[in-house]
């Protein structure tokens, strides 16, 4: 009892707080816009090749390199101009301050659903009403737990989908739209963290009031049997 009441309300309005931070409330999405450092290289201009040798020379290298008439041949990239490509700083740094609330939830969920577990009393006939909230709570707890696990997995997603994008556009830099697809997951991901906080702090009210509510039954599921306590 004493772990549940001051820590969930104590972190519910910390996480209150983060929800109204100025670093997620940002209205202009430019602000979080992270420049991309590879530059367009020059267009290589063809002569034309009169010598009939040399054009079936020319033709049997386009063959063996898998270039047909309906694709676009890439950059060849050994390394980067600018030694390594960087993340969106910006986003980074709210990742890292988004991270260590992800996993305070699911400890804290963990914690509590062993407190209500081990409150249930042996399976008995009649009289299992209080039981059933235990039940609940647990569900709750466990489900809770599960979607806190899922941001992290939104998390990693973000990165491997921004690299990827990124090494297309290693790869065909004069393609614009690549460019304009890494902007555009960078404004998603930056809209999904707000959610995830306020997702965060949704679920830490909702969890303390329904402990709140149901406290008696959960610590005394069978009020006539002393023994359900241990």
Partial sequence: ??????????????????????????????????????????????????DGLEGQNAKKR?????????????????????GMMKSNGKLVELIEKVKPEIRTVIEKCNTVKMWVQLL????????????????ETVTELRTVEGEAASFLDQISRYYITRAKLVSKIAKYPHVEDYRRTVTEIDEKEYISLKIIVSELRNQYVTLHDMILKNIEKIKRPRSSNTDALY
């Fill in 120 to 135: 249930i009393p042996r399976i008995e006939d009649g009289n299992n009403f209080g039981v059933s909230i235990q039940e």
């Fill in 62 to 82: 386009k063959l063996e390199d898998g270039a047909g008439d309906d694709k676009v041949g890439g950059t060849k990239v050994f390394v980067m101009p600018g």
């Fill in 1 to 50: 009892n004493r772990c549940i009441y001051p820590e969930f309300i104590c972190i519910y309005i910390y996480m209150n707080g983060f929800v109204t931070d100025p670093t997620i409330n940002i209205r202009e999405l430019k602000e979080i816009h992270s420049e991309i450092n590879l530059t367009v290289p020059d267009p290589i201009l063809l002569t034309d090749i009169h």
